[in-house]
C-alpha cells in the first residue's frame, strides 16, 4: 500500500471510538443525494424483509416448539438461527415506533430460549441439542447488536434477561473458538463479535480474546492476491495437490470480512485493515456488474445463490464502511443490494433469479440472515462515508486476462464478455466428490448486454448442510459447460479433472484460453487411456465467444459439449436450423452455432433449473459424431 493510503488509514482509525463503531468511520456530515437513494433502497429492503418475516412468523402458544419461530416455506424444519432476526425487528421496532416489530423479536427469541439453547450457553442450528453448536457466533452478534442499539425499547426485565444470556454465549465462544477449530468464518467472525459482547457486556476477557484471534487471523491470507482463505474441512485444511489453500468467496465476502473490517476499524488495528483492504480489493474483481458474486469456483459452491451464499449474512457492511478506501467498494455495496431486491418477492429473499420463475419457494435462512447488515448499515448510516455506484466496479472496465495464482483461475474481458475459467483443486472435504468448477471448465459467462449467460452448478447437486440447502427440484442436470460421455450408463467429464491446466494469450484483439483436460468420473478415473484427452480453447473477442473443443484420440460414442444457456421461462427460443439456435433476451438476440448439430438436452418441461445458483437454463448439446473437433460460436445482436 502506498504510503499516503497508510496515512489515510491513520487518520480514519485515529478518530475518537465508541462503541461498537461510531464516530470510527469516515464522517460525511449531510451525506449526497446518492448516498440518501441507497439509504431509502436498504430502508425499504429491510422493512419489506422483516414485514415477510413476520408473515411467517408461527404464532400458536400451545406449541412451544413452534411458537414465535420463523416458518420456512422451503424446509420441512425450523432453522435454529432463525433468532438472528432479533437485530433487524428490533431496529424496525426502534425506528417504526410500531409494536408489532417488539413483539416479533421477543417471540423469535423465547422460541430460541425454548428449543435452541443450550446448558453451556450455545444455540444450536435446529432444535437437537447433538447438532452443530457454532452458530452460536452469530446469534450472539445479532442479540448484541440489537441490545446495544435498540436495547432501550424493551422493558428492563426483558433488557437484563438478554444481556445475562448474551454473556453465556460470549463465555461459549470464548470457551470454545480458536482460529483453527473450524472453518474460517467462525473464528474470523468471533474476533469482532467477542469484541462487541465483550463491552456490552462489560467483559475484558471477552476484549482480550478477540484481540488474540485478531493476531491469528493474519496469517490466513494467500501468499499474492491476499485471499482470505481456510474454508475447508479442518480434516482438508492442508494444501491441494497443486498447493493452493480452501477459499470460498461466498462465505468470504459475506460473512468473514464483515467482522474483520469492523474489528480493524474499531480497535485501529491497522495492520489488519492493510490485509483486509487488499483482500476487500482481490474479493472485488470477481463481482460481475450486475452486483453478483462471481462463487462458480469456491471451496463451498454448493451455497452459492448468485447474490452470495446461501446462509451467510451479506457483503454490505465489509464494502460500503471500506468505500473511503476505494469508491468502488460503495458501487459493490449498492449493486449487491439491488440484486438482493431483485431477488425479493413477497417480503422473502429467493435463493437466486430463477428461483420464483421456475416456482421455487424461499428458503426463510437467507432473509433473517441478509436483514442483519443492512440494519448494522442504518444504524451507522451517519459515520458511513459516501456510498454510491458512480464508481465503476473492475469487472465492469476490465480488458484482457486476470490470473489469480492463489486460485489457478482466470477471469477475461473483452468487450462486452466477461468470463470465468477454472483449474481449481482446492477441496472443501478431501473425502467427498469435487463439486465446485474445476477442470478448466466455463465457470461464468457473461455479456454487458443481455447479462448472464452460462454460470456453473455443482457437478452433481448433494445436500453438503442437509439443515441449509433446499433439496434439488426435478431432475440434476449440471450448469456447468463441459465435456461429457458415457461408458457402461456412466458419467464422465472434464469437471472431475483436478488435475487440468489453463493457458491464455492476449493478441491482436483476440483472448485465447486453452484448457488442457481429461474426462473422469467421480471416482476421478479416466475413462480410457486412449480416449480421454482434450484442448478446449476460450477465445473471445469484441464480436463473438468461441469455445473450440478438440482431441486427437478417438470419440466414444455419445460423447458431446453440453452448453446450458441460463435462459429464464417465456424467453422465446428458436431452432433456426441443425446447427443454429437463437434465444431472445430482453435487451437482445443470443445466437449460438457450431460446425455439428446442435440439440436441446432431453428434459421434462421448457426449462432446467439448478439450486447453484438458482437458474434456469437451456442445456444445449453439440455431440461429436465423426468429428474430432466441436466449435460453438456465441454471439449478442
Known amino acids: 500500500m502506498k504510503r499516503r493510503n497508510f496515512i489515510q488509514l491513520s487518520t480514519l482509525t485515529g478518530i475518537g471510538l465508541t462503541l461498537p463503531l461510531t464516530g470510527l468511520l469516515n464522517t460525511c456530515g449531510n451525506h449526497p443525494e446518492h448516498s440518501l437513494e441507497f439509504k431509502n433502497l436498504t430502508s425499504n429492503l429491510l422493512k419489506d424483509w422483516c414485514d415477510g418475516m413476520i408473515n411467517v412468523q408461527i404464532n400458536n402458544p400451545a406449541n412451544l416448539e413452534e411458537h414465535g419461530a420463523l416458518d420456512c416455506p422451503s424446509c420441512s424444519h425450523i432453522h435454529g438461527r432463525c433468532m438472528d ?29 425454548n428449543n435452541v439453547s443450550q446448558e453451556n450457553g450455545a444455540w444450536t442450528v435446529i432444535p437437537n441439542p447433538k447438532s452443530w453448536k457454532g452458530i452460536t457466533v452469530f446469534g450472539a452478534i445479532a442479540l448484541a447488536e440489537a441490545l446495544h442499539y435498540h436495547g432501550h425499547v424493551l422493558d428492563e426485565e426483558t433488557r437484563t434477561a438478554w444481556t445475562i444470556r448474551l454473556e453465556k454465549a460470549g463465555q461459549y465462544i470464548y470457551d470454545t473458538f480458536t482460529i483453527d477449530f473450524t472453518n474460517i468464518n467462525y473464528p474470523g467472525t468471533a474476533i469482532y463479535g467477542l469484541n462487541l459482547i465483550g463491552n456490552v457486556v462489560n467483559n475484558d476477557a471477552f476484549i482480550a480474546k478477540s484481540k488474540t484471534l485478531a493476531e491469528g487471523v493474519k496469517v490466513y491470507f494467500t501468499e499474492n492476491e491476499g485471499l482470505l482463505f481456510g474454508e475447508c474441512k479442518k480434516s482438508s485444511s492442508k494444501l491441494s495437490k497443486k498447493g493452493l489453500h480452501g477459499v470460498d468467496l461466498g462465505y468470504n465476502v459475506e460473512e468473514t470480512l464483515n467482522s474483520l473490517v469492523m474489528y480493524s476499524l474499531k480497535e485501529k488495528d491497522e495492520e489488519l485493515l492493510q490485509l483486509v483492504t487488499k483482500s476487500l480489493n482481490s474479493h472485488l474483481e470477481f463481482m460481475l456488474p450486475d452486483g453478483a458474486w462471481d462463487n462458480s469456483w469456491g471451496t463451498r459452491q454448493y451455497k452459492w445463490s448468485y447474490w452470495g451464499s446461501r446462509t ?3 457483503s454490505q457492511p465489509a464494502f460500503g464502511m471500506m468505500a473511503h478506501i476505494n469508491p468502488a467498494f460503495g458501487t ?9 431486491q431483485r431477488c425479493t418477492a413477497d417480503g422473502l429473499l429467493y435463493g437466486g433469479p430463477g428461483f420464483i420463475a421456475h416456482g421455487i419457494p424461499a428458503c426463510v435462512h437467507h432473509t433473517f440472515a441478509h436483514a442483519k447488515p443492512l440494519a448494522a448499515m442504518l444504524d451507522h448510516w451517519e459515520h458511513l462515508p459516501e456510498i454510491n455506484k458512480n464508481t465503476a466496479l473492475p469487472r465492469t472496465v476490465a480488458d484482457g486476462v486476470k490470473y489469480f495464482r492463489d486460485l489457478d483461475v482466470s477471469l477475461f474481458a473483452r468487450g462486452d464478455w466477461r468470463g470465468t475459467v477454472s483449474a481449481y483443486d482446492a477441496e472443501y472435504h478431501y473425502k467427498e466428490d469435487f463439486r465446485q468448477a474445476t477442470g478448466g471448465a466455463l465457470g461464468v459467462l457473461y455479456n454487458n448486454k443481455v447479462g448472464l449467460l452460462c454460470a456453473a452448478s455443482m457437478a452433481v447437486y448433494q445436500l453438503v448442510e442437509k439443515n441449509n440447502q433446499q433439496p434439488q427440484p426435478g431432475e440434476d442436470i449440471a ?5 461429457e460421455t458415457y461408458k457402461n450408463d456412466e458419467w464422465y467429464t472434464n469437471l472431475f479433472d483436478l488435475t487440468s491446466t489453463i493457458n491464455s494469450k492476449d493478441a491482436n484483439g483476440k483472448i485465447e484460453l486453452v484448457s488442457n483436460v481429461n474426462l473422469k468420473n467421480e471416482a476421478r478415473e479416466i475413462v480410457l487411456e486412449t480416449a480421454s484427452a482434450f484442448y478446449i480453447s476460450y477465445k473471445c473477442t469484441v464480436e463473438e465467444m468461441q469455445i473450440c473443443v478438440i482431441t486427437d484420440q478417438p470419440i466414444i460414442e455419445k460423447t458431446a459439449f453440453v452448453l446450458p444457456i441460463v435462459s429464464p421461462k417465456g424467453e422465446v427460443v428458436t431452432l433456426v436450423s441443425e446447427n443454429e439456435i437463437t434465444i431472445q433476451k430482453p435487451k437482445g438476440l443470443v445466437t449460438v452455432t457450431a460446425n455439428v448439430p446442435l440439440k436441446i438436452k432431453e428434459i421434462s418441461g421448457t426449462r432446467t433449473f439448478n439450486m447453484v445458483p438458482g437458474a434456469e ?21
Open 332 to 340: 459493490a455495496a449498492v449493486k449487491n443490494t439491488e440484486l438482493l
Open 85 to 113: 432476526a432479533v437485530y433487524p425487528f428490533l431496529y424496525m421496532a426502534d425506528k417504526t415506533g410500531d409494536k408489532k416489530y417488539t413483539e416479533a423479536a421477543i417471540l423469535v427469541m423465547n422460541w430460541a430460549e
Open 617 to 637: 437454463a437451456i442445456p444445449i448439446e453439440a455431440f461429436f459424431n465423426d468429428s474430432q473437433e466441436v466449435i460453438i460460436k456465441i454471439r449478442v445482436s
Open 312 to 314: 451467510c449474512d451479506g
Open 479 to 483: 450448469l456447468t459447460p463441459r465435456i
